[in-house]
């Protein structure tokens, strides 16, 4: 009888157990990593209007930073003129082929900043606060103009018209400026951005994170873990510079996007475009940095260091 | 003893009949109760030989006779819930008559006779305040209990009052999980909707005997759900011929008839001019008896429901007009074979369904036919007063019909003809329909059809062996039981013409003013057919190894596949369920509780799963346009914008992952009871319940930007379409801590009563266990947070009294129910999906709902006239209460992250009631 009720013991265990080990076939991961974008990505020369040209270097000129995991990526060539993820074959004449992304992120997203002059203009992640936007848009002489062209010049007022118009109660939720202590310094302002410049003050460095990626590697290899002893997928990415008249980015599209229409506004709030990872040649013009030397993924753990260190030109 | 049966000429057949349920194919749950008898002398020694003689008015084939063993033992198994009595007598010894003890659906009751030499004992039982056996968390619903407490003679509701449940969405409550994982069983028939997973029929509340209500700890002969199960059983009759006749008029118009349309935070919005209102009339009857006295009773139960409910705002009542009709035939020709047919239908014609939009013209609300009925026939062979071999077979099926009113005389055409005389309605059937906000002015020609058909086949079969000495000197209750299952979902839903035109400007809807439409084109009607087959098994025992220990483990075994409109399996598997829970009386006094155990719940899925990856598909065109002149597509737009703005193919684009698995809930319990004074109990009950790998689907193809909104690139090439994907990832998962606190007191003295603190903690990234809640994109972040079943602190307590004023019956019951609200997601506005939902942000902790309570009242007057009794009732539903917005009267507005109120927050409702019978 013990030995019965110890096997009958067991099997309860392991009929328990089952499931625990259950592997869902997928390998997914977070995986994580370092952009360093050199503070001449970040500089520009600004004219006042009594034409004096002042130099600027400032994280605010940082735009949203694209990242895509490709198959593969070329070298410079005549064509694209900058490291560039090679095509896939065209089917269909006078269109081109896609770069076929396996995933991506970005690193600063475009963000709809509640007003219609400030659209495809803001990404999230680059000012400390609401005052520093305002200023910001000041600095370069462009100041934000509302709906009814009175310029704003408080951040206070730019914030409640976000929270007014988006039915949101905290900067959390917006996510247009700093919003939480990531550096935990225990405060909230320009450290806790998505870059932040190094010691030495050659580059400004922010952390990416590609959520739940699905693991791809190369088709070729067989009978191998990919990851481990597979070569995996390419990441590459680029820098949008805001265009130099009107600081519009050109990876946003100001046609689409959330449809605004209250009493006292009929505008859209512009979006990203949704084929940039796949045709990024479209978007990427004179001014943009990007990734010179793309990093080859292969290991599951490795958290590789980005450099934007090539400037179209 | 067990054993000695099992030779010779009757192994034989239970051997084949066992070997042919097994290849046959199943629902389980307990009808019956059971009794435990132990006789003792004045000295506490055990008695064997005695004559036990056990009658009851529910138990059909008379009274049983049975002799106690050497241990002077006997377990009646298989008795109906209902009051029994028992005379126990031996020669030298004076007799024992025990009455009015009470049986309950899934309890053993134990019972200690008492023995004394020349002296006869006459007591009346007492209801146990502790069930030391039992190691579920269990509440039982007794008739006298429905039928005194004011729950609106609604089952559900009633349900709601047991200790640990929760309101939940729609009449179906949380029940340790979500609303819509929980079982619900009608004698022994699994009556859950296969595809939504809620309650799928209505019958008389007249007709119910009891209700066994469970949220954990159950045993596997319950079956696959991962919530909660309802045990409804309901009557079979008597050897008396007893008629039951009632009218109860409910309305919830006693308020100030204008309300207002809020929002939860305070925002007033204007008035609409259309009060809300609820009222319903229940009009049924009852009769029963015997047939053949001892041999055969039958029971046929009809009520008539008719409610009239308008949304606030909505000027057009919704109008439910209900017919339930049970009947049931139950007949026990021998000692050794007893016979059950069960027959059920609640055909409901309801009009005016749309209460959501108040833009609606009354003559272009939906007319919906909904129903079902259900056909069971249970053949039970005692093989000895200890084994039985229970059998069933059964059919269930329900419907839902809907059109639009304006109908048709044109016998051409096969939906919704109009009856005779009826008004054939405005309707340019030649055309496509329109239209405007909310589908405004459809009553200009738009017609659309839908019916949906829900059918179970369910095969079972159940052998119980009671009484089973081991070596130990403990006793075993075997039970081993196989079922087969076939589910079916036959839907088929489309618009006349395949196409809809839409005013751009909807804002501003004028029918006179028609100048911009986009025009969507659909490939045809939806038209699928979802299937499920499973084949499961379970075997079971209650071990006692000692007379204070009670160990009931057991194993589940679910086989099953689930295939989609192609034949294609989506998810199938062979799953086991083992549970282990033990229950101590650690004084032997039958007055204390220490229960623990662990069990596995795995879920089979819903039908609706597999409809996810059904490639019978709405492919879509959507074109723009001018409406220029004329009638037809063809000469009323001009596309301006190039022919077909978007495709979507009418093939599905969803996809189910290889390695799907299924969603399982592992329970860990804590039960501490302990009768403190006669009939008072407190009791304490824990559980987690811990819920992986649930469904979840995700979106393949595209990739976002890092606030997980919007879309910037496509691993496709194809950044329109979407290609959804069924996954059970390891994130996907739910932990619910329950701790039910409180102080029961069994009816006795005239008077019962409950009070019951529920402390609960719900965080996971998923609602349920059953369908996608949250789509999990990859490379989006996880979401993660309270989930809405939380409702952390809630409070509840009732009590009934039967006032002392012979020979008329009085009674008054009292109710108290406290919640403090639950929380709500935030909503963000996504361009990837061109709307507010949710994705990336922790979820569940935006908004919490005020806490509101509400009591009730209920009063009934037992009038004896000459034959029969009449009994007046007046309930008086939240009599007064603070109750908020909440869901269960609102509709969240996601762009505004706030709740509207469409019907009335806190509405008294008082009922009158008068029912005769004898």
Redesign the interface.
Same mark, same amino acid.
């Given at each position: 009888m013990r030995e019965h009720t110890s096997i009958a013991l067991l099997a309860l265990a392991g009929a328990c157990l089952s499931g625990c080990a259950y592997d869902e076939g997928l390998i997914i991961e977070n995986l994580k990593g370092t952009i360093k974008i050199p503070i001449e990505a970040a500089t520009r020369t600004i004219i006042d209007e009594e034409g004096n040209a002042t130099e600027l270097t400032d994280p605010r000129l940082i735009g949203p930073v694209y990242l895509g995991l490709y198959p593969s990526v070329a070298e410079a060539n005549v064509l694209e003129r900058y490291p560039h993820p090679e095509l896939g074959p065209q089917y269909q004449t006078d269109v081109p082929g896609d770069a076929y992304p396996y995933g991506g992120i970005s690193v600063g997203d475009i963000r709809f900043a509640c007003l219609e002059f400030l659209t495809c203009k803001v990404v999230s992640g680059r000012y400390a606060d609401w005052n520093s936007l305002v200023e910001w848009f000041q600095l370069i002489q462009q100041p934000i103009l509302d709906n009814q062209g009175v310029e704003i010049s408080d951040g206070e007022y730019l914030r409640q018209t976000c929270y007014d118009l988006l039915n949101v109660t905290s900067d959390a939720e917006t996510r247009i400026t700093a919003y939480e202590d990531r550096n935990g310094d225990g405060e909230t302002n320009e450290l806790d951005l998505d870059f932040v410049l190094d010691d030495a003050g050659e580059y400004y460095v922010g952390d990416f994170t590609l959520w739940q990626q699905e693991f791809f590697w190369d088709q070729d290899q067989e009978n191998c873990t990919p990851g481990l002893d597979c070569k995996g997928f390419t990441l590459w990415g680029w820098m949008d510079a805001p265009s130099s008249l009107s600081f519009k980015y050109s990876t946003c599209e100001d046609g689409l996007g959330q449809n605004i229409e209250v009493y006292d506004a009929d505008f859209i709030g512009g979006r990203p475009q949704a084929d940039l990872l796949n045709f990024p040649s479209i978007y990427i013009d004179d001014g943009d940095w990007v990734v010179g030397n793309p990093y080859q993924w292969d290991n599951i753990d490795a958290r590789p260091e980005l450099i934007l260190d090539f400037e179209v030109q | 003893m067990v054993w000695n049966l099992l030779n010779g000429r009757t192994i034989l057949p239970v051997l084949a009949a066992v070997v042919a349920l097994m290849l046959a194919l199943p629902a389980w749950a307990q009808t019956t109760g059971k009794l435990r008898v132990q006789v003792v002398d004045t000295d506490d020694l055990e008695i064997p030989g005695v004559t036990l003689i056990l009658e009851g008015e529910t138990m059909i084939g008379g009274a049983k006779t049975r002799t106690t063993d050497a241990m002077g033992r006997f377990l009646f198994g298989d008795l109906a819930p209902g009051s029994y009595r028992l005379e126990a007598s031996k020669d030298g010894l004076g007799d024992a008559i025990i009455s009015d003890i009470k049986i309950d659906v899934g309890r053993e009751t134990q019972l200690t006779v008492t023995m004394s030499i020349g002296e006869e004992i006459i007591v009346t039982a007492k209801r146990e305040a502790v069930d030391v056996s039992s190691t579920s968390r269990t509440q039982v619903l007794t008739k006298e209990f429905l039928q005194k407490i004011p729950a609106g003679r609604s089952y559900q509701t009633a349900v709601t009052f047991a200790a640990g449940v929760q309101e939940g969405v729609g009449g179906n409550p949380n029940m340790g999980g979500a609303y819509n994982e929980n079982t619900y069983m009608l004698d022994g028939i699994n009556i859950t909707d296969p595809v939504t997973g809620t309650f799928s029929m209505n019958f008389n509340f007249d007709a119910i005997q009891q209700i066994e209500v469970l949220l954990g700890g159950y045993m596997p002969e319950y079956g696959t759900s991962v919530g909660g199960v309802v045990n409804i059983v309901t009557e079979s009759g008597t050897n008396n011929l007893e008629y039951n006749t009632s009218i109860y008029y409910n309305n919830g118009n006693m308020r100030p008839r204008k309300d207002e349309r809020v929002t939860s935070d305070g925002f007033t919005l204007a008035p609409t001019g259309f009060d809300s209102e609820f009222q319903t009339i229940l009009i049924g009857a009852k009769i029963s008896g015997p047939i053949v006295r001892d041999k055969a009773w039958f029971i046929i139960s009809y009520q008539s429901t008719r409610s009239i409910i308008a949304s606030t705002g909505i000027p057009q009542a919704r109008d439910f007009d209900g017919h339930y009709m049970l009947a049931k035939l139950t007949v026990q020709p021998t000692t050794e074979h007893r016979f059950a047919l069960l027959l059920r239908s609640d055909p409901t014609n309801i009009d005016n369904q749309e209460q959501f939009n108040p833009f609606i013209k009354a003559e272009a609300q939906d007319r919906q036919v909904q129903g079902g009925y259900t056909a069971s026939a249970k053949w039970q062979w005692f093989l000895s007063p200890e084994v039985n071999l229970d059998s069933n077979i059964s059919l269930q099926k329900t419907y839902i019909e809907t059109s639009s009113v304006p109908c048709t005389h044109n016998r051409d055409r096969d939906w919704h003809q109009c009856k005779a005389g009826e008004m054939e309605g405005d309707i340019d059937w030649e055309n496509s329909p329109r239209l405007g906000l909310g589908g405004a002015y459809n009553s200009v020609n738009s017609f659309r059809y839908y019916f949906d058909d829900r059918i179970r086949y369910t095969l079972s079969s159940k052998l119980s062996v009671l009484s089973v000495d081991d070596?130990?000197g403990g006793t075993h209750d075997f039970k081993f039981g196989v079922e087969g299952v076939q589910l079916v979902w036959d839907q088929i839903q489309g618009i006349s013409g395949n196409a809809y035109y839409y005013d751009i400007n909807e804002?501003a809807f004028d029918p006179q003013t028609f100048t911009n439409y986009y025009w969507l084109e659909t490939s045809g009607p939806i038209n699928f057919r979802i299937t499920s087959s499973q084949y499961n098994m379970f075997a079971q025992d209650s071990w006692k190894p000692v007379s204070n220990l009670t160990l009931n483990?057991g194993?589940r075994f679910d086989s099953f596949v689930i295939r989609n409109d192609l034949a294609e399996p989506v998810l199938s598997g062979g799953l086991?369920g083992?549970r282990?829970f033990g229950s101590w009386d650690p004084f032997k006094d039958q007055k204390t509780k220490v229960a623990t155990g662990?069990g596995?719940f795995n879920d089979t899925g819903r039908l609706g799963v597999a409809n996810y990856t059904s490639s019978s598909g709405y492919g879509q065109k959507l074109y723009f346009g001018e409406l220029l002149e004329g009638q037809g597509p063809s000469s009323v737009f001009v596309n301006s914008q190039q022919d077909v703005y978007f495709n979507i193919p009418k093939d599905n684009l969803n996809i189910a992952?290889?390695?799907l698995?299924n969603p399982?809930v592992?329970e860990i319990i804590l039960i501490l009871e302990r009768e403190v004074i006669e009939d008072v109990a407190l009791f304490s009950q824990m559980s987690g319940k811990f819920s992986?790998?649930m469904f979840e689907p995700d979106e393949t193809s595209l990739?976002?930007?890092?606030? @997980? %909104?919007?879309?910037? @690139? %496509?691993?496709r090439?194809d950044?329109i379409n979407s290609y959804g994907r069924l996954?059970?990832?390891?994130l996907a998962k739910r932990d619910y801590y329950q701790w039910d606190l409180g102080v029961r007191k069994v009816q006795s003295r005239r008077w019962a009563a409950t009070a019951t603190y529920t402390y609960t903690n719900a965080t996971g990234s998923s609602q349920q266990a059953l369908s996608g809640s949250f789509l999990?994109?990859?490379?989006?972040?996880?979401n993660y947070g309270q989930l809405n079943i939380d409702r952390r602190h809630s409070f509840k307590s009732l009590a009934i009294w039967d006032l002392p004023t012979d020979p008329w019956t009085q009674s008054l019951s009292l109710t108290f129910v406290y919640y403090d609200g639950f929380p709500v997601d935030?909503y963000?506005?996504s361009?990837a999906s061109q709307g507010y939902t949710l994705r990336?942000?922790p979820r569940g902790t935006y908004y919490r709902f005020n806490p509101y309570w509400f009591v009730s009242i209920g009063f009934r007057q037992s009038i004896d006239v000459r034959k029969g009794k009449f009994i007046l009732s007046l309930d008086a539903q939240n009599l007064t209460n603070n109750r908020s917005p909440d869901l269960l009267s609102s509709t969240f507005i996601n762009?505004?992250?706030?709740l509207l109120t469409v019907s009335r927050q806190d509405p008294l409702r008082l009922q009158f009631g008068v029912a005769y019978e004898f």
């Open positions: - | 070596f130990l804002a483990y194993m086991l083992p282990l662990f596995r992952h290889d390695n698995r399982r592992d992986r790998f990739i976002y930007d890092e606030d @997980g %909104s919007a879309i910037i @690139g %496509s691993r090439s950044v996954r059970t990832p390891v999990n994109d990859p490379q989006t972040q996880y935030r963000y506005y361009e990336i942000r762009s505004q992250n706030r």
